[in-house]
């Protein structure tokens, strides 16, 4: 593999392999006083953040660092980008200041993939870190790897995604690599936070939370993304939060091993009750540390192999 | 399937080394060494755990301590130790899937840890197996014992038990076959 750019058309051989090292990292490491592996030794891992992040930026350079990897971090503030330098310039900079790796967070949706033709004859991995209404596949991946752990094999698992899927890259990837997984996956959203040409993806429609809420092996709350809104998308917070907030009531009506996850930060209150979030069936602390193991499996199916020509 | 004669060639271009009995005649001789040189069986005895290397010395040290318990009564713990983290030659292949690491109960910490491979060829993987042990604590000893020896050595290590030392050529193959992995035992020469 040399990048990872989306989780839309993965191999699912390939997403399970990187499941299954990322099971194996956090076993090795479990219990271990020195929590740092000598693999990636020698090799630099850029992280290039254009919008706020604190857990996957934290995450990815921890596992860059457990792995060994030499981690720099490179924000749109208080770097050249302030000056007005493009994204390509930058990355052909970092590229030839010695990246093996690049990861990028932007808020334009196809950054990553035009990073990493730019980037090809330096021959730098990129990993899309998210990109606007994108994609986020290492996020999907955490997830994955934290329905794996309390549901087993993901085959005709019933998960529904929840919220705002229309400006929800974390939806997005979800939907690709779950369904890859062989995993039967609802959206549930008003119609207005459905994006166009839904119908063509691989997932049931509904609008209904307490319609579908019996039948789950999972769900997956999304964060009302306000910043990304512009515009009467629902009434009020109060009636999202009614509608499809799941509530200390609507958590009764899950079956008893169903997980409850959220990709964070969270809105409690709004699309998840705060008890409901502290509950046992929550899984949220589950997927931030699952997300670094997930990263460290990333960067090992990147750069622990002999070059490709890709 | 006839019996096949010991250093016969079969029309695949196999040699067997070691049949079955062979296999597990020697994992008995190698089970009475260890207890030998490790004294484990005396009252002021180490305390001794095995820790094989995924694949095949996962079996092996599993093997080892099932003949170690029937000769000397005494219960040796078992672990795995996943090497692959700590390879030098990652970047000379595709990417390797990773192994189980299991420590055995109680860790390493003041055991004496024997190491269990099947096959001592270049040593790197041995070297790569004492970085990754030093990382999960400090044994007070490291010995190694390995069901073949092919010679080879690319590094100043060297095997405390050896099952049986088979002179080869470097471009040949020597498989250890184990029921646990490959429905049958034995080691062939390809």
Not at chain 1, 95 to 108: E, M, Q
Not at chain 1, 211 to 240: I, K, N, T, W
Not at chain 1, 250 to 277: C, D, F, N, Q, T
Request: overall charge neutral.
């Amino acid at each position: 593999m040399k990048h990872l750019l989306s989780t839309e058309g993965i191999d699912p051989a390939q997403a399970t392999a990187i499941l299954d090292t990322a099971a194996s990292l956090k076993q090795a490491l479990e219990g271990r006083e020195v929590r740092k592996l000598p693999t990636l030794r020698g090799r630099t891992v850029i992280t290039m953040f254009y919008e706020a992040s604190t857990r996957t930026r934290v995450s990815f350079e921890i596992a860059g660092k457990w792995m060994s990897a030499d981690v720099v971090n490179v924000s749109s503030s208080g770097s050249s980008v302030g000056k007005g330098e493009s994204l390509r310039d930058t990355a052909l900079t970092l590229a030839a200041a010695g990246a093996d790796c690049v990861i990028v967070r932007h808020p334009a949706s196809g950054a990553a993939h035009r990073l990493a033709g730019w980037l090809r004859a330096a021959g730098t991995s990129v990993v899309n870190a998210g990109d606007g209404m994108h994609e986020h596949p290492t996020q999907a991946l955490l997830d994955a790897a934290t329905l794996r752990e309390r549901l087993g094999d993901l085959r005709d698992r019933r998960i529904a995604i929840v919220g705002d899927v229309l400006h929800s890259r974390v939806a997005r990837s979800n939907v690709h690599l779950l369904t890859a997984l062989g995993a039967d996956v609802t959206l549930v959203a008003p119609p207005t936070l459905l994006p166009t040409g839904v119908e063509s993806w691989p997932v049931t429609i509904s609008h209904e939370l307490d319609a579908e809420l019996p039948s789950l092996d999972a769900v997956m709350l999304l964060r009302v993304q306000a910043e990304r809104m512009h515009g009467g998308f629902f009434p009020s917070a109060r009636e999202y939060s009614i509608s499809y907030g799941l509530s200390e009531r609507r958590l009764k009506l899950l079956p008893e091993h169903a997980v409850v996850l959220h990709p964070g930060p969270m809105l409690r209150g709004m699309e998840i009750a705060s008890a409901v979030a502290d509950s046992p069936r929550a899984a949220i602390t589950d997927q931030v540390r699952n997300g670094v193991h997930v990263r460290m499996a990333v960067l090992y199916h990147l750069l622990a192999h002999e070059e490709e020509n890709a | 399937m006839a019996p096949r004669q010991r250093g016969a060639t079969d029309p695949a271009g196999e040699r067997e080394l070691l049949s079955a009995g062979d296999v597990a005649r020697t994992v008995a001789r190698m089970a009475h060494q260890i207890i030998e040189k490790t004294a484990l069986d005396a009252p002021s005895a180490p305390a001794v755990v095995l820790m094989g290397i995924p694949t095949r010395g996962a079996p092996l040290a599993r093997r080892l301590a099932v003949k170690i318990a029937e000769f000397s009564g005494v219960e040796v713990p078992t672990g795995t130790l996943d090497v692959t983290l700590y390879r030098d030659d990652l970047r000379r292949g595709p990417t390797r899937p990773l192994e189980a690491t299991k420590l055995p109960e109680g860790g390493v910490d003041d055991k004496l840890v024997v190491l269990v491979d099947d096959v001592l060829f270049s040593g790197r993987t041995i070297r790569a197996a004492l970085d990754a042990l030093r990382d999960h604590g400090r044994p007070r000893a490291v010995q190694l014992a390995v069901l073949v020896d092919r010679g080879h050595r690319e590094l100043p290590i060297r095997a405390d038990y050896v099952g049986k030392n088979v002179p080869t050529a470097r471009t040949e193959e020597v498989h250890v076959l184990l029921d646990e992995f490959d429905q049958r035992d034995g080691v062939v020469l390809r």
